[in-house]
Structure formats: C-alpha cells, structure tokens
C-alpha cells in the first residue's frame, strides 16, 4: 500500500487516497527498487500495494504485476498512474486477511511494503505469501519496527502491528533468509513517510 497503519479500514484508506496528490509519492521504495533490479523479471505479486508506486516502477522494468489492496481510491489512483507511465497493471481490491490471492508457486517475487497487520493476520498473510512464491522465487519486505513508536515519519501506532526481526524469522523460516535487519533510515516517500525512521528490511528465497 503503503502502510496498512491502523485504524485498518477501507474507509480510513480511502480517504487517505482520495486526493489528487500520491500519500505516499509516485516513485518506488528505495529497498524495494534496489532488491528488484537485481532480479530478472517474472510474476510479481505485491500486497497492501495502496496507490501504485512500487507496481508500475515493476511493470516498467518488465514485470507481469498483481497487485491487491482493499482500498478502491488507492486501485484507482494506481491504475491513473499505470496509464501515465504507459504499462499495465492487474490491480485487485481485496481483504489481505481473506486470503483468496493465495496461489501456491505462482510468483517469482512478492513484495511486501508497508502492509503492517497485527500477530494473527500477519502470521497467516506471510505463511500465504511464502507459499505463493514458486521455486527459486524472492520475497522482499520493508515494514517498521517497535522502535518507530514515538517517531513521526509514518506507521502503525501499537507495537502490535509492528515488526521485529525475530518475528519475520519465525514467519518465513521455510524460506531462506537472506537478509533480515532493523535499521535506522530517513524516509522520503510523500507526505506521510517523511524523516527518521527505524524499518525491518527482510529478503528472502524460497529453495
């Protein structure tokens, strides 16, 4: 989406998404982009994908992008910037939670940006996406972490819906991991991730 920060309704998300100017900018997340353009383009799958940033940067650089987000303002002002940029999007709105996007094998990559859920949701929405990468395929994942409570660059407000690292292992410990980290980093991504911010950054491959 974008961040999927409470309070997690469509109606908080549209609101958020109905004006002209992009919450979260036009241009892709910086680990998002730097892991992607070391990959060679397939199927991706991008969850929480919000106003499109991330899937028409992908579909740019080749890739045959499904995006799904429960927001009809964020699919909207994502398809509106897929036709700008020339390039094609299959954009679902869905409840993440329902799991109905669930195909087993069926990406080369799936990316996961900001879709902050709380432990439940967030444990059976990972368990789906690893099952969904086929083999050899790549699962790319920026969130913030219980040190981003205070900052105001962006995020869910309860450490419930924030992530740590030990938490992304235990999630995707079918999955090999290669890189799981907090970091501290400075956000510019439209006007509701602007400044310090502490992320988990996690890449992993499922063998």
């Known amino acids: 989406m974008s961040p999927a920060s409470l309070p997690a309704t469509a109606d908080f998300w549209n ?10 900018g036009t241009a892709p997340n910086a ?3 730097r892991q992607l353009d070391l990959l060679p383009p397939g199927r991706l799958l991008l969850l929480a994908e919000g106003e499109g940033r991330n899937a028409v940067y992908a579909a740019r650089r080749g890739w045959q992008v ?3 987000d429960f927001s009809d303002e964020a699919r909207a002002k994502a398809q ?4 700008a940029q020339g390039v094609h999007l299959n954009y679902q709105v869905a409840d993440l939670t329902d799991l109905s996007w669930q195909q087993t ?6 990316g ?28 790319l994942l920026e969130a913030f972490s219980p040190r981003q409570l205070g900052l105001l660059s962006g995020g869910p407000k309860t450490a ?9 292992a235990t999630d ?10 907090e970091l501290g980093v400075v956000l510019h991504e439209g006007s509701f991730h602007a400044g310090p911010a502490q992320v988990v950054r996690l890449l992993a491959k499922r063998a």
């Open 66 to 68: 499904t995006a799904i």
């Open 160 to 168: 419930d819906s924030l992530y740590e690292p030990a938490d992304l």
């Open 15 to 24: 609101e958020r998404y109905e004006s002209e100017q992009y919450a979260y």
């Open 112 to 139: 996961l940006i900001y879709a902050h859920l709380p432990t439940a949701d967030r444990q059976a929405v990972h368990a789906a996406a690893a099952s969904s990468l086929a083999p050899g395929g790549h699962l």
């Open 172 to 181: 995707f410990a079918g999955l090999q991991v290669l890189e799981n980290r």
């Open 80 to 83: 509106r910037l897929a036709v």
């Open 105 to 110: 094998g069926a990406y080369d990559a799936i």
């Open 31 to 33: 680990y998002f982009r």
